[in-house]
């Protein structure tokens, strides 16, 4: 892993786009790394569009700069790329996943974005077993299988120690399962 690891989630709010910056920065500090997570967004409100950010590191994190040029951008909500530059600043071996049934050469053109380039229905698995639009599981998933800045283990733990309190064994199976169709699942 490069000395710095940068992600930026794009969605809109009730998707999951700063749990799931939290959650794949929890699952970086089981693994002893150094991380940051933080959001960003106007109006706080349902269906908004927002943005999260996650910092990965093998050393101690000193910077709280935004992340300009990330190594990897999700997009949680395919609608938002009409209105926000997604790929703006993303490097150019770095890789964008985009929740859609879109296959990747059409998401290349309406992002402007020639690198690689992946897809993943994440919202239908969301659907499927949670019966909610929440795409940031599948998302992490496909992330972690693409790039390995975290182990499949790590972040499992991580959703077991969230989610069990608030939402029982049978959401936390759910959402385990999740990740890991997300995991199998991703086409470029």
């Known amino acids: 892993m490069k000395e710095i690891y940068e992600v930026r989630m794009h969605g809109r709010a009730g998707q999951g786009a700063k749990s799931g910056s939290q959650l794949l920065a929890e699952a970086a500090f089981k693994e002893g790394k150094y991380i940051q997570s933080f959001p960003e967004y106007g109006s706080e409100r349902r269906g908004a569009p927002t943005v999260a950010y996650t910092k ?55 992002a402007g974005f020639s690198g690689p380039t992946y897809s993943i229905d994440a919202t239908s698995i969301s659907l499927d077993l949670l019966a909610t ?56």
Do not use: W
């Open 56 to 110: 990965i590191s093998q050393t101690e994190l000193r910077s709280h700069e935004p992340v300009l040029h990330p190594d990897a951008v999700l997009v949680l909500d395919f609608g938002i790329m009409r209105s926000i530059a997604v790929a703006a600043g993303l490097q150019e071996q770095g890789i964008l996943i985009v929740n859609t049934k879109v296959c990747a050469a059409d998401i290349q053109k309406l």
């Open 133 to 188: 639009d929440t795409p940031n599981v599948p998302m992490l998933g496909a992330l972690i299988k693409l790039t390995g800045v975290v182990r499949l283990e790590s972040l499992e733990s991580v959703l077991r120690e969230h989610f069990l309190p608030k939402l029982g064994e049978e959401k936390v199976r759910k959402n385990i399962e999740m990740l890991h169709i997300g995991y199998d699942e991703v086409t470029k």
